[in-house]
């Protein structure tokens, strides 16, 4: 039996909301390994996953993606006494030396008071017989490897630690209707807020022919992605290509753009009030474009009563790029299938939008029908994480069905009534 040990961080904070976070981080865990033969609990401020060796692909895809957790490792469990934490970390010492490692140290912790030794003893002694052989060298400060020794219930030695997704549990924070396009900005957005806890659904506005099915395909390959961090994901595909014409037909060129972030937001207030969203999420950082003018920003968030969230607003497209390299969206993002904010893009936009000029020019278009026409026409696809780990780990009899539910395309009622 595998033991892989996840460590808790924000969520030790929470005081007498403890064990509502704690709760709600073990169901997570659970939920992404439905379909494999895997143990979860959490104990004194660790997640413990046990697994036979053929899960720890589908284990370590969890704790790789799952919030709450600042980092994880692959642990080697032994018996409560120096002796042999000793030869266990001699073991790994072993491993370590044939990766091409050359100086290690040791980092303790002791849980269990009751243990002879202390945290500082457990450090001194538990390398003396990797360093009696030689087999690597001292160095506290940069060293090639660090073993960790955690006295618990149990002993726990691992040298393989990985840095945690951080932030706390999804679904403690509400959920939010993410704005998702093909681009860089939107599925980092829509991540930082599942970091934050936050359910996510998606609406993504596809004008056919004018934007092709491989820019659709794109998007739903993004929206995939995403959910592998917020455990589901499901996307709504709106059809605006009446509405961006009816746009270009009645609005003034400057103001194109502007004119569908407004329609856009219309959309997303209805989507949001169908499917109890608190709030919307875009991928707004200020002054990045036109329409993310301070000006151009209050506009479009006039279209909308909810909340609107911008977690990049104070970003860099450098920093914005590094997050979307980390998450596996960036080789996506930049593929060449343009989404349908770029279509009829006016060459002069508005810079600073007076918010009464954009609300009459917006009462001018007469493009409420057309709205409620794209929202009864939306077309569902869900995503789930624990199906994409059905598909490539599982081992169980619900298998089959989860990996059918990875991604369904569900069709809206075509009378559907807002």
């Given at each position: 039996?595998?033991?892989?040990?996840?460590?808790?961080?924000?969520?030790?904070?929470?005081?007498?909301?403890?064990?509502?976070?704690?709760?709600?981080?073990?169901?997570?865990?659970?939920?992404?390994?439905?379909?494999?033969?895997?143990?979860?609990?959490?104990?004194f401020?660790?997640?413990?996953?046990?697994?036979?060796?053929?899960?720890?692909?589908?284990?370590?895809?969890t704790?790789?993606?799952?919030?709450?957790?600042?980092?994880w490792?692959?642990a080697?469990?032994?018996?409560?006494?120096i002796?042999a934490?000793?030869?266990?970390?001699?073991?790994?010492?072993?491993?370590?030396?044939?990766?091409g490692?050359?100086?290690?140290?040791?980092?303790?912790?002791?849980?269990?008071?009751?243990?002879?030794?202390?945290?500082?003893?457990?450090?001194?002694?538990?390398?003396?017989?990797?360093?009696?052989?030689?087999?690597?060298?001292?160095?506290?400060?940069?060293?090639?490897?660090?073993?960790?020794?955690?006295v618990?219930?149990?002993?726990?030695?691992?040298?393989?630690?990985?840095?945690?997704?951080?932030?706390?549990?999804?679904?403690?924070?509400?959920?939010?209707?993410?704005?998702?396009?093909?681009?860089?900005?939107?599925?980092?957005?829509?991540?930082?807020?599942?970091?934050?806890?936050m359910?996510?659904?998606?609406?993504?506005?596809?004008s056919?022919?004018?934007?092709?099915e491989?820019?659709?395909?794109?998007?739903?390959k993004l929206a995939e992605?995403?959910?592998g961090?917020?455990?589901?994901?499901?996307?709504?595909?709106?059809?605006?290509?009446?509405v961006?014409?009816?746009?270009?037909?009645?609005?003034?060129?400057?103001?194109t753009?502007?004119?569908?972030?407004?329609?856009?937001?219309?959309?997303?207030?209805?989507?949001?009030?169908?499917?109890?969203?608190?709030?919307?999420?875009?991928?707004?950082?200020?002054?990045?474009v036109?329409?993310?003018?301070?000006?151009?920003m209050?506009?479009?968030?006039?279209?909308?009563?909810?909340?609107l969230?911008?977690?990049?607003?104070?970003?860099?497209?450098?920093?914005?790029?590094?997050?979307?390299?980390?998450?596996?969206?960036?080789?996506?993002?930049?593929?060449?299938?343009?989404?349908?904010?770029?279509?009829?893009?006016?060459k002069?936009?508005?810079?600073?939008?007076?918010?009464?000029?954009?609300?009459?020019?917006?009462?001018?278009?007469?493009?409420?029908?057309?709205?409620?026409?794209a929202f009864?026409?939306?077309?569902?696809?869900?995503?789930?994480?624990?199906?994409?780990?059905?598909?490539?780990?599982?081992?169980?009899?619900?298998?089959e069905?989860l990996?059918?539910?990875?991604?369904?395309?569900?069709p809206?009622?075509?009378q559907?009534?807002?």
């Open positions: 039996m595998v033991t892989y040990l996840g460590k808790l961080g924000e969520l030790t904070l929470k005081g007498s909301n403890l064990k509502f976070f704690e709760k709600l981080l073990v169901q997570n865990a659970k939920t992404y390994l439905l379909s494999v033969d895997a143990k979860v609990h959490l104990n401020g660790r997640l413990y996953i046990e697994c036979e060796e053929s899960a720890c692909p589908a284990v370590e895809f704790l790789s993606r799952l919030t709450g957790i600042t980092g490792a692959k080697e469990v032994t018996e409560k006494n002796e934490i000793q030869k266990k970390v001699l073991e790994l010492a072993l491993v370590e030396k044939e990766k490692a050359k100086t290690f140290k040791i980092e303790a912790r002791r849980s269990d008071k009751s243990f002879p030794l202390d945290s500082y003893s457990i450090m001194r002694e538990a390398g003396n017989l990797v360093y009696e052989r030689q087999i690597l060298s001292v160095d506290v400060h940069s060293p090639d490897v660090t073993f960790t020794v955690e618990r219930d149990k002993v726990y030695v691992y040298s393989d630690s990985q840095k945690g997704r951080r932030g706390l549990p999804v679904g403690c924070s509400g959920k939010g209707l993410l704005l998702l396009s093909g681009g860089l900005d939107s599925p980092v957005a829509g991540y930082r807020m599942i970091r934050r806890g359910t996510v659904e998606c609406i993504y506005f596809h056919y022919p004018y934007t092709s491989e820019a659709q395909k794109k998007v739903e992605i995403v959910s961090y917020g455990l589901r994901l499901h996307l709504n595909t709106i059809p605006f290509t009446q961006q014409m009816q746009i270009k037909k009645k609005s003034p060129e400057n103001y753009t502007l004119m569908l972030r407004m329609c856009m937001m219309k959309v997303a207030t209805m989507l949001a009030k169908r499917i109890g969203a608190d709030c919307l999420i875009t991928g707004e950082s200020l002054g990045q036109a329409s993310q003018t301070i000006e151009n209050a506009v479009t968030e006039s279209a909308s009563g909810l909340p969230l911008r977690p990049l607003v104070g970003l860099d497209k450098e920093e914005i790029i590094a997050t979307a390299r980390e998450i596996g969206t960036y080789e996506t993002s930049i593929l060449p299938y343009e989404d349908c904010c770029v279509l009829f893009s006016p002069h936009p508005v810079l600073k939008a007076p918010l009464e000029e954009a609300t009459r020019i917006f009462e001018s278009l007469e493009v409420e029908p057309l709205l409620e026409e009864n026409n939306r077309q569902l696809m869900r995503f789930e994480a624990a199906g994409f780990v059905a598909q490539n780990w599982g081992t169980k009899e619900n298998t069905k990996s059918k539910d990875h991604a369904v395309i569900v809206m009622p075509q559907s009534q807002v």
